[in-house]
Structures are given as structure tokens and as C-alpha cells.
Antibody, heavy 120, light 105 residues
């Protein structure tokens, strides 16, 4: 069974860089069949796609966040990460990592439980 | 960029009734890339439907999806107590609609 688990600080200060990690088990992040993604959800609001990445280093980012984010893959640890620079209170959200069913434009079939991040 | 608009924002129904949720795209899109998710409070979204009408693994057949062009529908027949949740449509693995809450009447 594919499982994803987010980790990182639950609290960040304004202007800092938020760094989150997603650990994958039950599947190889080097799979040529899947892309991986970050999604967030502000309290009481809807879902917002952040970025999609492939083990080779190919990435796609939400244009509204592109200038502040960096995503990468660590194939040796079967993990991928999100770094969000210059955070503000509007970045307060639950952050989810997920797996695309197939290509980067496919749906998200497995999700982590989410990690709540507060910027204050 | 395509915008997805879901309606209604909230629908109040009783167990056993049918829920019909709409997702409208701002321009014609490929049905191959339209998905639906269910989210319960405090949980991650769960994939229900992909490619407009294909049920994900383990999803009961009371959930069905349809549509084409700009108009897509998620239908939940015979609502069960565990179906009361928020439902999101998604396009191209990225753009989400704003969600429809199915609440118990």
C-alpha cells in the first residue's frame, strides 16, 4: 500500500523559509509511471495545487507561488521536499503531499495525512 | 487558465436521497483529466472519480461521474451517512473547484 507522510515544523515566522518533507513508502519515487505533488488548504478554505515534480528533476509550479518555491526529490531517501520562501500569514495552511496516478496532468490517487503549518 | 466553478456551494439532503453536484469549466476541457475528490473534516482528500467517470479503487458504485465539454457532474445515489462531506472537482491534476458541501438535512 502506498503511503505518504509529511514532516516539518508546525510553526514558521513571517519572512522565513518553510521547509517540508514528504516520505514515501510502498512505492518508489524513481518510478517512471508517477509524478508527485504538493497541495495546500488554508483553514476553512479549498484546495490549492502548489507544485508537481518528477524524480528526474522536472517540476511544474503554481504561477502564483513560483517565485517563492523550490521543490526537489531525494531518490536515495525516497522523499521529496518543498521550500517556500518569505512566508506570510497567508501561507498558513495544511500542506499535503500526494502522488499523481500517472502523468503530471493526472489525478492524485494517494495523499499524505497533511501537516498543519501556522505562520505567526 | 481554466477556472472550475462548482455548484451549489452547499446542499442539504437526507440519507437515502440523491446528490447531484456540478462542476463547470470556463472553457472546453478534456474529460480525460477531470477528477472528483471527497474530503471529510480533518482528513486528506480522497480520490473518488477520475477521467470524468471512472471510479477509483474501492469506491462504491453509488458514486458516478459524467459530463463533457464544460459541464461535469458527480452523482451520489442513495446517500449514506458517511457520504456527508465536501466534494471537489479537479482538472489536469492541478486546478481545483471551490468545493460543494453535502450536509445532512
Amino acid at each position: 500500500q502506498v503511503q505518504l507522510q509529511e514532516s516539518g515544523p508546525g510553526l514558521a515566522k513571517p519572512s522565513e523559509t518553510l521547509s517540508l518533507m514528504c516520505s514515501v513508502s510502498g512505492a518508489s519515487i524513481r518510478s517512471t509511471s508517477h509524478y508527485w505533488a504538493w497541495v495546500r488548504q488554508p483553514p476553512g478554505k479549498g484546495l490549492e495545487w502548489i507544485a508537481t515534480l518528477y524524480y528526474s528533476g522536472t517540476t511544474y509550479s503554481n504561477s502564483s507561488l513560483e517565485s517563492r518555491i523550490n521543490v526537489s526529490v531525494d531518490t536515495s531517501r525516497n522523499q521529496f521536499s518543498l521550500h517556500l520562501r518569505s512566508v506570510t500569514v497567508t501561507d498558513t495552511a495544511t500542506y499535503f503531499c500526494a502522488r499523481h496516478m500517472r502523468a503530471a496532468v493526472s489525478c492524485l490517487d494517494f495523499w499524505g495525512q497533511g501537516i498543519q503549518v501556522t505562520v505567526s | 487558465e481554466v477556472v472550475l466553478t462548482q455548484s451549489p456551494g452547499t446542499v442539504s439532503l437526507s440519507p437515502g436521497e440523491r446528490a447531484t453536484l456540478s462542476c463547470r469549466a470556463s472553457q472546453t476541457v478534456s474529460a480525460t483529466y477531470l477528477a472528483w475528490y471527497q474530503q471529510k473534516p480533518g482528513q486528506a482528500p480522497k480520490l473518488l472519480i477520475y477521467a470524468t467517470s471512472s471510479r477509483a479503487t474501492g469506491i462504491p458504485d453509488r458514486f458516478s461521474g459524467s459530463g463533457s465539454g464544460t459541464d461535469f457532474t458527480l452523482t451520489i445515489n442513495r446517500l449514506e451517512p458517511e457520504d456527508f462531506a465536501v466534494y471537489y472537482c479537479q482538472l489536469l491534476g492541478r486546478t481545483f473547484g471551490q468545493g460543494t458541501k453535502v450536509e445532512m438535512k
